[in-house]
Every structure is written in structure tokens, then in C-alpha cells.
């Protein structure tokens, strides 16, 4: 098992920036990929990064050059930095974690799931 606790949401103005961090604890050496998911109200849930163990980084267009993914190891510490957020960004933001290859955009793939933190993003 594996357990995933988020932190660092909150409310910022469109161009701010934040960090979420996702701590794990458990059985994290099973892990291969960990990722972000977001989910609005009345959206499906979808992939914002992941990363695999070798440390192979994935993002959709939408976030591709203003997110960032990132890992420590030592800390079992998963990190997000969003920077210039827009208010489409809104959301309650996920991590997640699946032990076999391959990273999957798809929600269902991942086994483990954090509680999310909620990120609002005002014009």
C-alpha cells in the first residue's frame, strides 16, 4: 500500500504561481509512475504530469512549458510547480501512483490516490 497526502494549494491571481507537494509513505519503492491529475466541477479528471522512475517527464499541451514535475527521492516527495496560472487551472489537483509500467493518462490506471488540494485561479 501506499498512502499520498497533498499540500499547497490555494487562491492566486491569474500570472501567480504555486507548488503543490505529495508526500508518500508506504510501500513507495513499488512505485513506477506517480502523477498529477486535476478535475473541475463537471469535468473529467485528467492527467496535468507524471513521471516514471527513470525520471521520463509527460504533459498535455495545456500545461506543457508552464508546469513542472519533479521528484526527491531521499524526501518520498512528489512536486508540481504551476507557474503562470491562468483561471482554467482551477481545480482540485491529485497525485496519484501506480506501481507497473507504463505512465497512463488514464485515471483508472492508477491504484493510489491522494485526498487533492484545491487550486483557484482569479482573473
Known amino acids: 500500500q501506499v498512502q499520498l497526502v497533498e499540500s499547497g494549494g490555494g487562491s492566486v491571481q491569474a500570472g501567480g504561481s504555486l507548488r503543490l507537494s505529495c508526500a508518500a509513505s508506504?510501500?513507495?519503492?513499488?512505485?513506477?509512475?506517480m502523477a498529477w491529475f486535476r478535475q473541475a466541477p463537471g469535468k473529467e479528471r485528467e492527467r496535468v504530469a507524471f513521471i516514471d522512475s527513470g525520471g521520463v517527464t509527460r504533459y498535455p499541451d495545456s500545461v506543457k512549458g508552464r508546469f513542472t514535475i519533479s521528484q526527491d527521492n531521499a524526501k518520498n516527495t512528489l512536486y508540481l510547480q504551476m507557474n503562470s496560472l491562468q483561471p482554467e487551472d482551477t481545480a482540485i489537483y491529485y497525485c496519484a501512483a501506480k506501481n507497473r509500467p507504463p505512465c497512463s493518462s488514464s485515471y483508472f490506471a492508477y491504484s493510489y490516490w491522494g485526498q487533492g488540494t484545491q487550486v483557484t485561479v482569479s482573473s
Open positions: 508506504g510501500y513507495t519503492y513499488s512505485t513506477y509512475c
